[in-house]
């Protein structure tokens, strides 16, 4: 137990006195919160980018409805002619809607064009579109003699208030919260196997490389060293994400001190065109949508997401660390690794491509069976909870997992005490099989 310990201490410190390792984890956060101020910044200054689009309406009967927006500035050109619009707009403004003079409304939604200079935003011409269609229809029941008035009164607009038998509501944006704490806890998940299992594949194979191993060997069982490595990365990596967190939420938490008044200032949407009243009233609905989204974060499972994250993150970590180290001890260099990494990143994948499925179905056949098979389970499981897990599934989930586990490293151990000294030929997975028995 005392070396174990050792081992233990010897890969952590190595690990984090590492040059690499230090610059990584000190810029990270740096990076990331950076990253995401320029998102915020890129947004922001994308949604002050003001659209000025010309049309020339010869039909007489669209121009009611393009109206200016928060974003979207509309000119009547209809003075000018076709021609001279186009050129006009090709100068100076973005795009230019052509609407002829037709004999039918059938013929008029055909016929209606846009002209600009480059490929225009998706979402502008799906929203012109949209206006323009809606004009239409409702000019075809002007002219059946219906009443737009009547027929507005009578739509409507049904949103499920969703309950349990228990009687817990929950609503979209509480879906929307589940989706992101399970994929969210997921992800991190696989990041982390991902990144320290393959840094205990390397630090097998460059010990084995550099002939340490068989000094080392002679007085440490092969398989206390194999459980040393993969102990002392993942205490490097826990600290590491640590730090991350810590050091994120108190960056983002500065940033917002700064400039949290200045984002949230409504006087530079007022500056877009929009009044004080439909400012007040973006704010209270934004208001209104936090203290939804606050409520809706109480209906979440916390603690059983808590103390499930620990129990999957240490179990899969385990599973996988191990297996990363067997496939080191195995070859003599990196290159030779990648005939055996498909079947281990194959499962991982598997996880991240059927939690999207979760989302839909979180109980449905597919959801339930990989949120239990053992080499998918860390990832699926964490996605399933939030939406609710019977605790009989929770269950056998975990002590297959544990199970797992131990098979795993006992296979693992076989193969890294006979692969640890072998050199100078790429192994087989029939030769890998012939390890195991000895």
């Known amino acids: 137990m005392d070396k174990l310990k050792l081992i233990i201490k010897r890969e952590f410190l190595a690990k984090v006195k590492n040059k690499s390792f230090i610059i990584l984890t000190l810029l990270s956060p740096v990076l990331m919160v950076g990253l995401i101020m320029l998102i915020v910044f890129l947004n922001q200054k994308n949604s002050e980018d003001i659209k000025t689009i010309a049309y020339v309406d010869n039909s007489g009967l669209m121009a009611s ?17 076709l021609e001279e619009a186009k050129a006009k707009t090709n100068e100076f403004y973005y795009g230019l809607i052509y609407i002829p003079k ?8 055909k016929n209606i064009s846009f002209y600009s200079k480059e490929s225009p935003s998706l979402s502008l011409v799906s929203s012109i579109e949209s206006k323009l269609e809606k ?5 075809r029941l002007e002219a059946m003699n219906f009443d737009l008035e009547l027929l507005k009164s009578a739509e409507t607009n049904v949103d499920f208030i969703t309950e349990n038998f228990e009687g817990k509501k929950s609503s979209k944006i509480g879906s929307i919260l589940k989706m992101a704490a399970g994929g969210g806890f ?3 998940i696989f990041m982390f196997i991902i990144i320290y299992g393959t ?7 460059e010990e084995k490389t550099s002939r340490i191993i068989e000094v080392i060997i002679s007085s440490v069982k092969p398989f206390q060293l194999m459980l040393g490595k993969i102990f002392g990365n993942a205490l490097a990596g826990v600290l590491q994400f640590v730090i991350w967190m810590i050091s994120a ?18 006087n530079g949407v007022q500056g877009v065109g929009v009044s004080t009243e439909m400012a007040n009233q973006v704010q209270e609905t934004a208001n209104n949508d936090l203290q939804l989204v606050l409520a809706e974060m109480k209906n979440l499972p916390i603690m059983t997401l808590f103390f499930s994250f620990i129990i999957y993150f240490v179990g899969g970590y385990l599973i996988y660390s191990s297996i990363y180290a067997a496939i080191g001890a195995a070859v003599d260099s990196e290159t030779d690794t990648q005939q055996f990494m498909m079947p281990v990143l194959m499962p991982l994948m598997i996880a991240i ?3 999207f499925s979760v989302i839909e179905n979180p109980h449905g056949p597919i959801a339930v069976g990989f949120s239990i098979f053992p080499l998918t389970s860390p990832i699926v499981m964490l996605m399933r909870i939030p939406f609710g897990v019977p605790w009989w599934q929770l269950v056998v989930s975990m002590v297959l997992l544990i199970i797992t586990f131990l098979g795993m490293v006992w296979f693992a151990a076989k193969i890294y005490r006979v692969g640890i000294l072998m050199y100078g030929k790429k192994p087989s997975y029939k030769e ?7």
Do not use: C
Request: net charge neutral.
């Open 135 to 139: 004009r239409i229809q409702n000019l």
């Open 186 to 188: 997921g992800y991190l």
């Open 432 to 438: 890998l099989y012939k390890w195991l028995k000895y």
């Open 199 to 205: 840094s205990v594949m390397r630090s097998v194979i």
């Open 102 to 109: 037709v004999d039918s409304l059938q013929q008029l939604e």
């Open 353 to 355: 491509y059927v939690g």
């Open 65 to 81: 409805v393009l109206k200016d927006t928060e974003h979207t500035k509309y000119l009547d050109l209809h003075a000018l002619g």
């Open 249 to 266: 939420g108190f960056l983002l938490f500065i940033i917002t001190l700064i400039f949290g008044p200045e984002a949230t200032n409504m």
